[in-house]
């Protein structure tokens, strides 16, 4: 299994940027997919994650200015990112994992099974 992320980059205050996933190496959609940030120096953050139900959960400090996708066939993850404030600078990961009892449980701890290298958000 392979995540590879895109899309990263600067932008100013109040911009908008789209992340991108390929994730390879399933036949079929992983059940539980979402995106991580990690801020220098700071633990690694849960983004937002959808589950088998296909129901998008957010972190609070991006709820409503982020949004999480993903293609028809489950291999492209994205991620909206509207509004962008400095505090969202960080290294942007998407993760996976095949083991739907794992969505929750897994995002916010982090324990997802397959991750990608990551990209750089920087807002100013």
């Known amino acids: 299994v392979q995540l590879v992320e895109s899309g990263g980059g600067s932008v100013q205050a109040g911009g908008s940027l789209r992340l991108s996933c390929i994730v390879s190496?399933?036949?079929?959609?992983?059940?539980?997919v979402g995106w991580y940030r990690q801020i220098e120096g700071k633990d690694r953050e849960g983004v937002a994650y959808i589950g088998v139900d296909e129901i998008p959960t957010y972190t609070d400090s991006v709820q409503g200015r982020f949004t999480i996708s993903e293609d028809n066939a489950g291999h492209t993850l994205y991620l909206q990112m509207n509004s962008l404030k400095p505090e969202d600078t960080a290294m942007y990961y998407c993760a996976a994992d095949g083991q739907w009892v794992r969505c929750a449980s897994g995002f916010w701890s982090g324990t997802y099974a397959y991750w990608g290298q990551g990209t750089q958000v920087t807002v100013s």
């Open positions: 190496g399933y036949s079929h959609r992983p059940a539980c």
